[in-house]
């Protein structure tokens, strides 16, 4: 009895061992579940059983990864620890995209720096392909020294950029007012780590140190709270009902807030530059700044 029974245990074991694994995977969010590496081949490592993903930058080649589903509308968050040291003319993305002509996007691009200077977060937006909407900030932190979360809040009425919960930027919905506002077109989640030292760091001006390489940056705590679209998808990829996202704005926290990241952290503004509009200011500049 006894030398029947162990080996069928030790089988039960094995499998019940497999199913707590597949589990906790899913219900933490799994980079092998959510995405797929689109380019650097080896230099994009998804570890730790899926919880974390490194992407590196060497002279041939830089890495990225982008979701597997599509979607209308959510809440992004993503925790990123960029490339420390010299990054000057690296550029590390975490940015949503729909695809094809007039294609819309929002963006989050972190331009590096070197040693000692801040890194540079780009922020734009483009509704049917036209982009032209760049607000950029310095850090009030070491974004090389831990973990901090960047989220892309995309609802119908605006959309907010978020650093640690705190509003950096908000591009509300002017549809009224004749500004194309990215409503229609489903969009993939997609990070990158490449070289643009044409034009990055201090305005092209400072180079990739080749020496250096190869520069990683790391990713974890993916979450798509977000209407899902596309072939055999649910209404919403959430495990939870927390639509909270879907009608998110500013209240008079977020809007000291903002207040306070735009008149300390700004480093640049397109509403503020005359001189690239020659013949006046977008639309949507003409509204409340922080509204
Ligand atoms: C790099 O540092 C310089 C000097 O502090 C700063 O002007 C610039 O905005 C920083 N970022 C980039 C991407 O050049």
């Not at 119908?156 to 004749?178: C, K, T, Y």
């Not at 903002?258 to 020659?278: E, G, S, T």
Request: proline share 4%; with cysteine.
């Amino acid at each position: 009895m006894k030398t029947i029974m162990e080996p069928s245990n030790s089988k039960l074991c094995t499998v019940a061992l497999i199913i707590s694994v597949l589990v906790v995977a899913s219900s933490a969010g799994s980079f092998y579940d959510d995405m797929d590496i689109t380019f650097g081949g080896e230099r994009a490592k998804i570890l730790n059983g899926g919880q974390d993903l490194s992407l590196s930058l060497d002279q041939y080649s830089g890495s990225g990864f982008q979701s597997k589903h599509e979607y209308l509308f959510g809440r992004f968050d993503m925790q990123l620890k960029l490339v420390p040291g010299n990054s000057a003319g690296t550029v590390t993305t975490f940015y949503l995209s729909s695809q094809g002509a007039g294609h819309d996007e929002i963006d989050f691009e972190f331009l590096g720096n070197s040693t000692g200077n801040p890194y540079t977060i780009h922020t734009n937006v483009y509704s049917q392909g036209k982009g032209e909407k760049e607000q950029q900030f310095h850090l009030w932190f070491d974004p090389t020294a831990a973990f901090h979360t960047y989220t892309i809040v995309w609802n119908s009425q605006r959309i907010i950029f978020l650093i640690d919960n705190i509003p950096v930027r908000v591009f509300n919905n002017n549809a009224a007012s004749g500004v194309p506002f990215p409503k229609t077109q489903p969009m993939r989640v997609y990070a990158s780590l490449w070289n643009a030292d044409d034009w990055a760091t201090q305005g092209g001006r400072v180079k990739t140190d080749w020496t250096k390489a190869p520069f990683t940056a790391s990713y974890r705590k993916f979450n798509a709270n977000a209407n899902r679209v596309g072939p055999n998808s649910v209404s919403t990829s959430s495990e939870n009902d927390n639509k909270a996202w879907s009608t998110q704005g500013l209240d008079a926290a977020g809007r000291n807030r903002i207040r306070w990241v735009q008149n300390k952290h700004m480093v640049y503004n397109y509403c503020n530059d005359r001189q690239r509009f020659p013949n006046g200011l977008p639309a949507e500049c003409m509204r409340s700044k922080f509204l």
